[in-house]
């Protein structure tokens, strides 16, 4: 089985509860993972959302210290292939207050991935679901500039087309869109990247980490979407974003089913190595780029 590095998880929130649905980290290493992303999702109205996303930070930290065999890497320098790599992610721009403070804190607590939105728009930019032809504010102009000093990825999934492009034009930071499938292949889905998103990325030497939602697939299947994204736009920008534990509609239950999805591939022509660059490769290209 190819070694896998899942671009979004969002057990954090199970990890905080102790009730586990599509993943228990501590077996990943069992199941051919090398390694995920734990975004640390607030939702939006939330009070005191930067309060409760160190709270969340805390308990994943504290998870991880008590699994060695779970091991928080901040850059590929750090990957142990005898350990399950765990990036730590956040997700949602509307966490940050208006001096962007915050940032400092998140990244001495190893955050390496930052996603600007969720489904909602907020003071940094718009959304997908909600205006997908607005981009970035003045303040999420801002922002970029600030998170640009940092050594960090940009995560452009629920972001809009216009919040994509304009991201791309204005920061130096790598970028991905972390768990999205191809709106060509489902349209009606506006929270999927359309065409001129995912050029933009592969411009920036970014990845797409396709979802595995039956919501975001639609009448295609993962192998299709990743299909796609390789023959329009080359090997290069095809990677794995499950979703797991964000998500009940998964056409794959658990990381043991990614076992299917190699065999789809395989079906459709990809060879060993072309496997091997989607569901790990292309990614660790990008976080090699990543300094401590």
């Not at 998140?106 to 003071?123: A, D, H, P, Q």
């Not at 970035?136 to 999934?157: A, C, N, P, W």
Request: some cysteine; hydrophobic content about 40%.
């Amino acid at each position: 089985m190819s070694l896998v590095f899942d671009l979004h998880c969002d057990t954090p929130h199970n990890i905080l509860k102790r009730r586990f649905n599509h993943i228990v980290p501590e077996d990943l290493h069992r199941q051919d993972y090398l390694g995920a992303v734990f975004a640390h999702f607030i939702m939006p109205g939330e009070r005191f959302p930067f309060v409760e996303a160190i709270r969340l930070l805390g308990s994943t930290l504290a998870y991880l210290n008590e699994h060695p065999v779970l091991h928080k890497v901040t850059s590929s320098e750090e990957l142990d292939r005898k350990k399950v790599n765990l990036i730590l992610g956040v997700e949602g721009g509307h966490i940050f207050d208006n001096t962007f403070e915050q940032i400092e804190s998140l990244y001495n607590l190893g955050v390496r991935v930052f996603t600007i939105t969720w489904n909602n728009s907020n003071k940094l930019a718009h959304s997908a679901l909600e205006a997908d032809k607005k981009g970035l504010t003045r303040k999420g102009r801002e922002f970029l500039k600030r998170l640009g000093q940092y050594d960090v990825i940009i995560d452009v999934s629920h972001a809009s087309t216009k919040t994509v492009l304009d991201i791309c034009e204005n920061t130096e930071n790598l970028i991905i869109a972390s768990h999205s499938c191809v709106r060509a292949l489902n349209p009606s889905f506006l929270r999927n990247i359309d065409d001129r998103a995912i050029a933009a990325i592969k411009q920036k030497a970014g990845v797409i980490g396709v979802n595995f939602s039956k919501h975001h697939l639609g009448d295609y299947g993962i192998a299709d979407h990743i299909n796609y994204l390789v023959e329009k736009f080359g090997i290069e920008i095809a990677a794995i974003g499950s979703d797991f534990d964000g998500i009940n509609d998964a056409v794959i239950k658990e990381p043991a089913g990614l076992k299917n999805l190699k065999k789809e591939l395989q079906e459709k022509g990809y060879k060993e190595t072309d496997i091997n660059r989607i569901f790990s490769g292309n990614f660790l290209r990008v976080l090699k780029q990543i300094r401590k």
